[in-house]
């Protein structure tokens, strides 16, 4: 099979199996946007009964073709589909767009005729968009390729964009048309049957003109691809990306008309693991996608502001400083040369303003100054069209500074632009990104600079613990599968913690309420004790738990009672020190299908319970992402020193939470692992109540 | 003076004093604008040098003008205004807008030219906007005054807009033009000297053709007045308020441009208080505006959503769930509609997807249906313009469905506008709030929401506590202000909290060991002791606090170390009851200048200082108001029965809320109170630290 996606998206002619001369029907608007958007190569449409259509000869098959093709669309029903695959096959195509819904969303039978055109695909090393899908668009000058149904034809740009929903696409795609700028590359796969987001991201990444990446996915087949890829890709360019769902009410409706998991929690997880930028409105990403397209990447979060308007400047800097921007004051060069070249109304700081009456000459020193600032990694432009301003030359300037590319600029533009049709157009030409509110210019300057943070970011390593024992883990856990054992035994979850060298509070087993006795004596009063048997789930619903037991006596008088009441063949006692509370933390795992596990950290109590103050990571955690996750909680100034009471012992924490990364990841088969409570203190650890569940 | 603003908004003559022939002038603009936007009455350009302006007759004074004149500009240097405005009360002219900046915000000078002016306007019963101000703008086609600088040229339309930066009204101007859609009066009023907007907006509100009114404000002369016509006008029609300088540079970049207090954080309180709907950008307030314009108001909050594609509704659900809306299911009786009317592939629930398929037919039964659920308040669309349907004939429906105004409408509109031109008139001209993306189209319905919650709520009622002394009260004030003391003493703060009834653990004043110790046998062990007196502010610094003391012979200890120690001759000793920890409350009130009192309500300990989880009122604070504070902390459930401890007294704390709120409303001189921390138990509340500083 063909690894690369060059037929799909730089096809040098193109079939139309199903090409109709109906106005409103697909096979009919394909071609109609084949040659609204000028493509360079041949078209073949496909069709027994027509001779052509749009004035194009059409062919009965495609073996009747006379040329060679390398795409081709099919839009003719389902079951028609395989044996026309087949021809396909068989007249050398590489790659085939299939429009037609009605296969696995469908059922069994849609199911059975998926599985068929799929294995023919795989025979002629055919890859397969679709099916149920729009196609692809390429708005490379050599190709022109509109492969697809929508209607907006883009111009050339450095945006790309895959969307799961084609209906998501369309709009992302109409919303750059709309803004004035332009698309490299679009495609909506649908059903996804073989060619996958991730290959197309990878697609994406790849092509130089591509500057930035735009992902809309309600789902994932393979999270694992698309994380890897992810990671691969986001080191080369921005991938923007976004998901729905995140409701209850919302994630079912994505089940519905994606027939699938949909809507997971973990998605946004992925795409942070991933070095993506997350974005939860289309608003505020195709905002930034337009700046990414033109601007270089700040080096750092240090703005510059200029405005010739104060109301706009305040609503720009709260949304700036709410984005992790800084505005740093002016250096004493910069304001000598200010005083100069400004007004006297100027007010010389950042920000700077210019004030309404401002001109070429003081908007171009401005920015000469913002640009030689050292201390300034950006600047932002609040730009109004006063109607006694010479504002084309002001433009003129704007685009001459923004050409030599030294750093990073936005604009909010705020003028009628039908009437400042000269100033619009000399910012347009220069590709300067501008926005019609103070808040938008500024959301799209903050996603570039956390663009940067990402692109500098050093993600830390994955620890490899040697003092670890995967054997006893092996065999604990060979022995509960062949037994089909779903809750683990407390013996066998503290002993898997011991060997992965995860401190707990001391503890052992008893058999008997002697036993019991001199164990307790043993690790010391007070102790807690839990009947422990496969049998028993929910250990304080039977009256399996009894806690700060002080004495011997206490103890043979809890054993004996549990013998008595539970009568389980296999109970056995599980005794272990019961520790003076410290700060309690939780520690968890949760297996995610085909990607590892994700880690959750936060505070016990009310913490987790009222605040749901609670991180998230992706297995495997690094060193630098544990401290991070220690670090991420809102609670995280209480691990340290507070209010007179002592820290605890981060580095521990830290540790703990990259021994249970490495044990669920060296150990797929735990379904989910909770250390809820740990207690921490100053200088110790331990995790005091363990569950592991299969 | 004449309380209306008839001769602002509606003027029958307009003078420019200080027209001007050079193009780019303000003289000139303003005379351009009146006669581009077609202005019914006459206009008088005066101008001492020149015959006419732009074709238009001059004179040399205000005082030649043959006719009437009830509406003047000046647009004069600052030291000539005064005598203009003379000149213009000679004439008897109503009303002035003076474009030209320099005055207050410029220094003393400044200030004594604005002084002038507004004695002699004050004189002749002028009303004065400005100075430093755009002017307005009346889009009544009886009227159509374009009394202003700005450059966009509204249709009529039902939003009302004041804003005090007129750089950020421009920007609203212009999104609602941008939109297509109308406005009805537009106001800037810069300096604010005389005409403030609490008066505009009751101008507004009494204007039958406003149905919105969108304010955005950075600071306030007059928040009492603000406030109260607020609340006024929100019973009649929704007010869409902003403000910016929420961070703390913003808020200094506010205060620079407008030489004043800003970005106080109390106006979004204002807002809430009011009754006002707050929004964060002005996108989000556009969008609400446009849909207030045109659709009734929602009766609730359940919304049925009919789409034709499938991510975009489970984006719009996101949206409208994190909104508050619910997405009730479908009646029986409308799915048996609906089968019978819709394809097959569609999906008959709410959300209903007809797919991309359905035409006219298929929306109509959509629209009704959703139209007649009872359980149905409102109603999002999403509707993407397939090529292969007639979306003319849809769009035809949708105007059909929206002329009704049986529920409101708003739609998530996907289309390229440019080539839909037919289906995108159809939508405008049956004025349905469209939206390029799901999210903007299912915020502008919330807010709508909001407001339905707004103008239904019963706001509760002040209570009058008729077992109040105010009399005592009344003295300790005195007393302290005759001696300029700002921090009151124990004994003092104790003594008012008793006088209003504010339940505080035991306590008594003695003035030396043996009172003290025969005081805490009385009060019983253990007690708190404090050092009280006038000169020491900060009580533990110096050694003044000693808790939980068990015995008279501690009790003696104490008191001796501390007379020892501090020396104070006027220094008593502050006994105390030492209570049991409670579940840890704070209540506080802060003097608002020209506003009465902000009181805040939370939990200590954590949950203020890391969390940040209070929540804040205006004075008065009635019933209904103090119940939910209490239920609108992040923690509220903590305050009922939670994991076996018992919750606590909350009619209480509620009623402790009401009586703080009526001891500052009654005594303003109190600046800063705080009951830090309550212990609230089960059965009781008390005070067990406070403080009042005057």
């Known amino acids: 099979m063909n690894n690369n996606l060059n037929a799909l998206f730089e096809p040098k002619a193109v079939a139309i199996v199903g090409a ?38 059409a062919y009965k098959s495609i073996l009747d073709v006379p040329c060679e093709v390398d795409l081709a669309h099919i839009v003719i029903p389902p079951p028609f589909v395989p044996m026309e695959v087949e021809n396909c096959g068989k007249k050398g195509v590489k790659a085939i767009i299939i429009n ?23 025979k002629y090393g055919i890859r397969i968009l679709g099916p149920n899908c729009q196609g692809i668009i390429n708005s490379d000058p050599e190709i022109n390729a509109y492969c697809n149904f929508t209607f907006t034809f883009f111009k050339p740009g450095y945006i790309s964009v895959v969307a799961q929903s084609g209906g998501v696409g369309a709009v992302i795609m109409q919303a750059f048309h709309d803004m004035g700028i332009g698309m ?5 796969n649908g059903n996804a049957s073989d060619i996958s987001i991730p290959e197309i991201i990878r697609h994406y990444g790849e092509d130089e003109n591509t500057r930035a ?3 809309y996915v309600e789902s994932l087949d393979n999270p694992k691809e698309f994380l890897e890829i992810g990671k691969e890709v986001t080191a080369k360019k921005p991938i923007l990306a976004m998901t729905a769902g995140r409701t209850e009410k919302g994630a079912q409706a994505s089940r519905s008309h ?12 992925i795409f942070r693991k991933a070095g993506m930028l997350p974005f939860s409105n289309q608003d505020d990403l195709c905002n930034a996608a337009k700046t990414f397209a033109s601007q270089p990447i700040p080096n750092g979060n240090r703005v510059g502001i200029i405005t010739n308007t104060g109301g706009p400047s305040v609503i720009a800097i709260d949304e700036l400083v709410t984005g992790g921007l800084e505005v740093p004051p002016l250096s004493d060069k910069a304001k000598i040369i200010l005083k100069e070249t400004m007004f006297e109304s100027a007010s010389i700081n950042n920000p700077l303003d210019v004030v309404a009456t401002a001109g070429a000459i003081q908007f171009k020193s401005a920015f000469d100054v913002m640009m030689d600032e050292v201390q300034i990694d950006s600047v932002y432009v609040n730009f109004v069209t006063p109607p006694f301003v010479d504002c084309e030359s002001v433009a003129r300037e704007f685009a001459m500074i923004s050409k030599a590319k030294k750093k990073p600029i936005v604009c909010n533009y705020m003028t009628d632009k039908e009437k400042w049709v000269g100033t619009t157009n000399i910012l347009k030409e220069a590709g300067i990104p501008y926005f019609d509110f103070a808040e938008t210019a500024a959301k799209a300057l903050a996603a570039m600079v956390r663009y940067n943070v990402i692109r500098n970011k050093d993600t830390g390593k994955v620890n490899v613990f040697e003092d670890i024992n995967k054997d006893i883990v092996n065999n604990i856990l060979d022995k509960a599968t062949r037994r089909k054992q779903e809750v683990l035994t407390g013996e066998d979850v503290y002993s898997i913690l011991e060997a992965y060298k995860i401190p707990a509070a001391n503890w052992g087993i008893a058999n008997n309420s002697n036993e019991a006795v001199s164990l307790a004596e043993k690790l010391g009063f007070p102790v807690v004790i839990k009947a422990d048997s496969e049998e028993i789930i929910h250990k304080s619903d039977v009256g399996g738990v009894a806690v700060n037991i002080k004495s011997s006596e206490d103890v043979r008088k809890v054993v004996e009672t549990m013998k008595n009441k539970l009568r389980n063949v296999d109970l056995k006692f599980f005794v272990q020190k019961f520790m003076p509370p410290g700060r309690e933390l939780i520690i968890s795992a949760k297996k995610e299908e085909g990607l590892g596990h994700l880690i959750m950290f936060g505070m016990g109590g009310i913490f987790v319970e009222v605040y749901k103050d609670v991180v998230f990571n992706l297995t495997p955690v690094t060193d630098t992402e544990a401290t991070e996750m220690l670090d991420s909680i809102k609670a995280a100034p209480l691990l ?40 921490a203190y100053e200088d110790k650890v331990c995790a005091v109540d363990a569950r592991i569940i299969l």
Chains 1, 2 share one sequence.
């Open 20 to 57: 109709s001369v109906k106005e409103l029907s697909i096979g009919n608007v394909i071609i109609k946007n084949l040659l609204h958007y000028k493509y360079k190569g041949p078209i073949y449409p496909i069709n027994p009964k027509v001779d052509e259509v749009r004035g194009i000869k």
């Open 100 to 122: 037609t819904a009605g296969f696995k969303e469908m059922g069994n039978d849609g199911k059975a005729l998926e599985d068929d055109f799929l294995a023919r695909a795989k």
């Open 184 to 188: 490299r590359m679009y495609v909506s």
């Open 213 to 215: 990446i735009v992902v």
């Open 258 to 269: 994606i027939g699938g998991l949909a809507g997971d929690i973990s998605l946004e997880h």
């Open 640 to 679: 340290n020193d507070f209010r007179g009471k002592k820290g605890i012992d981060k580095a521990k924490v830290s540790e703990i939470l990259q021994r249970i990364s490495a044990l669920v990841t060296d150990f797929p088969a735990i379904k989910e692992l909770d250390l809820n409570p740990i207690f």
